[in-house]
């Protein structure tokens, strides 16, 4: 019997599945079911809500604490120290594949590109992660971000004054902290700022696939965002060259076409990593500051007053709150961390968000207090080689837009339950209602 295309093309996306998701879903299954504490923080509702308990409880157990295949860190020291070490890379999709498995990763093939797919900058290793960097670092210096906040204020204020003509209560995630970093991140770009909301939903899928052992239907979900921000893209770089602009999508191409500085997959992976990246973090940035500011008026009032700085409040929210909750490193050699010997080939999850509440770093590690001294030591932005290129247009991106939210609302309250986005590498909300308290205008006397 001859296998027609689409059926051949669902069989690869089904093996892919099986060989990144099924197996590490099977086998957390099997642990949750044992009681194992990191498999139920991966499917049990009640503790991806809220992790932290259950990630004292592991902190617990020792520097770094086996789960099935993986080892886990959660203290800010050791993950600090495996993310700057040279022992240690990044992981890529076939990294968790079986051994034994090779044909099956050939027969699957690469699928679209994405964060986690190779060459992404998220899951390459130098000498290449130092080469396609380096194309892009400069439209994400202290200067050229500087530069932007005059516009991104400008885009605050347009939003902040369509949402304050709508009735009643209004969703923040999808008329405000979503839509900032979008516009912003598709001006820089060159991409069409008409299209930003489906940007976003072809984000939205696009993030599941950060997530490992997804049921099939997330997965299928997350390839098809993938492959839809791919096709755009491969589709706009035709515009690119016909209409060049000074801005980082042009460069990459010229990059592509003039230099030879990058293959086709390269530009296609850099550059839909960039328009994806650019507002994700951001968007879970600002909700979940909102978040925290509307269940704290007390720091708020601080903030307000200019008691506190908006800048440190943006760095706290990132500690309480990571927006990337976890990430993966796999040891390139025989190594050691923390006095305790690691293999080659071991992969460690670095629990971001629980190194950023390490009582050992941070007191009363709970409390979220907007004048905390230290709270930029948070590691919510990774470190080392692999530190986040955006991390100064993030948190330039918040403090403008918690800033002028406030400003132009100061009263404003949640009107219902925000709900939680359904990623656990990703935290942050996909829905919050709120009620606008436009701030009095003093009338003369």
């Known amino acids: 019997m001859q296998i027609t295309t689409p059926t051949l093309t669902g069989l690869r996306r089904?093996?892919?599945?099986?060989?990144?998701?099924?197996?590490?879903?099977?086998?957390?299954?099997?642990?949750?079911?044992?009681?194992?504490?990191?498999?139920?923080?991966?499917?049990?509702?009640?503790?991806?809500?809220?992790?932290?308990?259950?990630?004292?409880?592991?902190r617990a157990k020792g520097r770094l604490v086996r789960s099935g295949a993986v080892l886990l860190a959660h203290d800010h020291d050791v993950c600090t120290e495996i993310l700057r070490s040279q022992d240690f890379g990044v992981v890529g999709p076939n990294s968790v594949a079986p051994p034994g498995t090779e044909k099956l990763v050939r027969f699957a093939g690469p699928g679209p590109v994405g964060p986690i797919e190779p060459p992404a900058l998220l899951v390459v290793n130098p000498p290449d992660h130092t080469r396609m960097r380096k194309l892009v670092t400069r439209a994400?210096?202290?200067?050229?971000?500087?530069?932007?906040?005059?516009?991104?204020?400008?885009?605050?204020?347009?939003l902040l004054d369509a949402m304050a003509a709508k009735p009643g209560p209004v969703d923040l995630m999808e008329d405000y902290a979503s839509l900032l970093p979008a516009t912003v991140i598709a001006e820089m770009m060159g991409a069409p700022v008409e299209m930003r909301r489906q940007f976003l939903e072809w984000g939205a899928q696009a993030a599941l696939s950060l997530d490992f052992g997804l049921p099939y239907r997330e997965f299928v979900e997350s390839e098809r965002g993938l492959q839809a921000l791919e096709d755009w893209m491969r589709g706009h770089f035709a515009e690119i060259r016909r209409n060049p602009g000074q801005n980082i999508l042009s460069d990459l191409v010229r990059a592509h076409d003039e230099a030879g500085?990058?293959?086709?997959?390269?530009?296609?992976?850099?550059?839909?990593?960039?328009?994806?990246?650019?507002?994700?973090?951001?968007?879970?940035?600002?909700?979940?500051?909102?978040?925290?500011?509307?269940?704290?008026?007390?720091?708020?009032?601080?903030?307000?007053?200019?008691?506190?700085?908006?800048?440190?409040?943006?760095?706290?929210?990132?500690?309480?709150?990571?927006?990337?909750?976890?990430?993966?490193?796999?040891?390139?050699?025989?190594?050691?961390?923390a006095g305790i010997p690691v293999p080659?080939?071991?992969?460690?999850?670095?629990?971001?968000?629980?190194?950023?509440?390490?009582?050992?770093?941070?007191?009363?590690?709970?409390?979220?207090?907007?004048?905390?001294?230290?709270?930029?030591?948070?590691?919510?932005?990774?470190?080392?080689?692999?530190?986040?290129?955006?991390?100064?247009?993030?948190?330039?991106?918040?403090?403008?837009?918690?800033?002028?939210?406030?400003?132009?609302?100061?009263?404003?309250?949640?009107?219902?339950?925000?709900?939680?986005?359904?990623?656990?590498?990703?935290?942050?909300?996909?829905?919050?209602?709120?009620?606008?308290?436009?701030?009095?205008?003093?009338?003369?006397?």
């Open 261 to 337: 500085a990058l293959d086709d997959d390269e530009l296609a992976s850099i550059a839909v990593l960039l328009l994806a990246a650019g507002f994700e973090t951001t968007v879970n940035l600002i909700g979940n500051a909102v978040a925290l500011l509307t269940a704290h008026r007390d720091q708020l009032a601080l903030l307000q007053s200019g008691q506190a700085q908006w800048s440190t409040a943006v760095d706290e929210a990132l500690r309480m709150e990571s927006p990337v909750q976890r990430t993966a490193r796999l040891a390139l050699r025989d190594t050691e961390v």
């Open 14 to 58: 089904w093996v892919r599945w099986a060989l990144r998701h099924g197996l590490i879903r099977f086998t957390t299954k099997r642990g949750a079911k044992a009681g194992e504490l990191s498999a139920r923080l991966i499917l049990e509702r009640a503790l991806i809500e809220d992790p932290y308990a259950a990630y004292e409880a592991l």
């Open 140 to 158: 994400f210096t202290v200067k050229a971000v500087t530069r932007l906040r005059g516009r991104t204020e400008e885009i605050a204020t347009e």
């Open 344 to 445: 080659a080939g071991q992969v460690v999850i670095t629990v971001l968000a629980a190194a950023n509440r390490d009582p050992r770093v941070f007191a009363d590690p709970a409390r979220f207090d907007v004048t905390r001294a230290n709270a930029g030591d948070h590691l919510a932005f990774s470190s080392g080689i692999h530190y986040c290129l955006g991390a100064g247009l993030a948190r330039m991106e918040a403090e403008v837009g918690l800033q002028k939210l406030f400003e132009r609302f100061p009263d404003l309250e949640l009107a219902g339950r925000p709900r939680l986005r359904p990623t656990r590498t990703l935290r942050g909300f996909d829905a919050m209602p709120v009620r606008l308290t436009p701030a009095r205008v003093e009338q003369p006397a």
